[in-house]
């Protein structure tokens, strides 16, 4: 009830009010989608005021001196916020983190841990190979990641709890005298039925190796 009772107040409120919100939101989201679990309340709060901010003025500018009807306006000044969200998802905190590390400032990137910046691994950069090893010893293989690009998963998926989706190629497992043989996995990619893909529990996952390369 509580909840409803501050969505109604929110809607109640004046509409440059609302657009500031529902602007900075939208960037928010983009710029930290899937890395928001982290951020305590009050940086998600002042994260929101700052792409409001930009989306307001844009907002302001649209109405101002292009004479923008408010519909549009409105539309225009969250597609602003989102866009910025997007620029600083793709090339803004990449090269602020560089920067840091450059100057001496900083080694962080601000992420809760390792593992939150190996799932980032697509952003600046390609990956050509993955590689995961079960607590069994089996080694799942994947030798050519751009093969699977444009599947409905991507490449891969590196989920936030530490699972693994991912398109096998190869699985090598071991023999009584502990040496892998490797397994070649036909018909990944079957032209009737698409491309098979496989789930690794978190906890039947003991490492993780990725090949990439900077992307240019």
Avoid at 105 to 118: E, G, I, K, T, Y
């Amino acid at each position: 009830m509580e909840n409803i009772e501050n969505i109604t107040s929110t809607l109640s409120a004046p509409w440059t009010t609302i657009l500031t919100l529902a602007s900075g939101y939208a960037g928010y989201f983009i710029a930290h989608v899937g890395n928001r679990e982290h951020h305590k309340s009050i940086d998600q709060a002042f994260r929101v005021v700052f792409y409001g901010f930009w989306g307001m003025f844009a907002y302001v500018l649209m109405r101002t001196h292009a004479e923008i009807g408010i519909l549009i306006a409105s539309a225009l000044a969250i597609l602003a916020a989102a866009l910025l969200g997007a620029a600083w998802r793709k090339w803004g905190k990449r090269c602020l983190t560089k920067l840091l590390r450059k100057s001496g400032v900083s080694m962080s990137d601000d992420l809760p841990s390792a593992w939150s910046a190996l799932s980032e691994v697509g952003e600046g950069v390609d990956v050509w190979q993955l590689k995961v090893c079960l607590t069994d010893g089996t080694m799942m293989f994947c030798d050519d990641l751009s093969r699977f690009k444009n599947e409905p998963n991507g490449a891969c998926v590196l989920g936030g709890s530490g699972d693994v989706l991912m398109h096998v190629t190869k699985v090598g497992k071991l023999d009584a005298t502990g040496k892998r043989n490797w397994t070649e996995v036909g018909n990944v990619i079957d032209p009737d039925f698409g491309a098979a893909i496989t789930y690794l529990p978190k906890d039947q996952i003991a490492r993780i190796e990725l090949r990439r390369a900077e992307r240019l």
